[in-house]
């Protein structure tokens, strides 16, 4: 079972990105689905988490406001929309899933993606 995050690239400040994160291998529908970044130097950091049904959304401070996660089980892909960007959401971003409770504690995702970057110029 994988996870496989796409649509990272390179963008300027005040741009948009959508990231993608595909299911493989087996089904994620219904998990707990999450984004992730972590930027050089700096620890993993939550960015959005998703409930299997959508019903619950929460998200990381920094980014409220700006990104909104969404999911469709039928293809099994959860997205990340990213508007407004600045320099500092440059970052590595990583899609994980988990089965149970939206939480926003890393070590409690079990299945992770290999990560797609992100970089915002300023």
């Known amino acids: 079972v994988q996870l496989q995050a796409s649509g990272g690239g390179l963008v300027q400040a005040g741009g948009s990105l959508r990231l993608s994160c595909a299911a493989s291998g087996g089904t994620f529908s219904t998990y707990t689905r999450g984004w992730f970044r972590q930027a050089p130097g700096k620890e993993r950091e939550f960015v959005a988490a998703?409930?299997?049904?959508?019903?619950?959304?929460t998200y990381g401070d920094s980014v409220k406001g700006r990104f909104t996660i969404s999911r469709d089980n039928a293809k099994d892909m959860v997205y990340l929309q990213m508007t407004s960007l600045k320099p500092e959401d440059t970052a590595v971003y990583y899609c994980?899933?988990?089965?149970?409770?939206?939480?926003?504690?890393?070590?409690?995702?079990?299945?992770w993606g290999q990560g797609t970057q992100v970089t915002v110029s300023s």
């Open positions: 994980a899933a988990r089965y149970g409770a939206t939480i926003i504690r890393d070590d409690a995702y079990a299945y």
């Open positions: 998703i409930s299997w049904n959508g019903a619950i959304t």
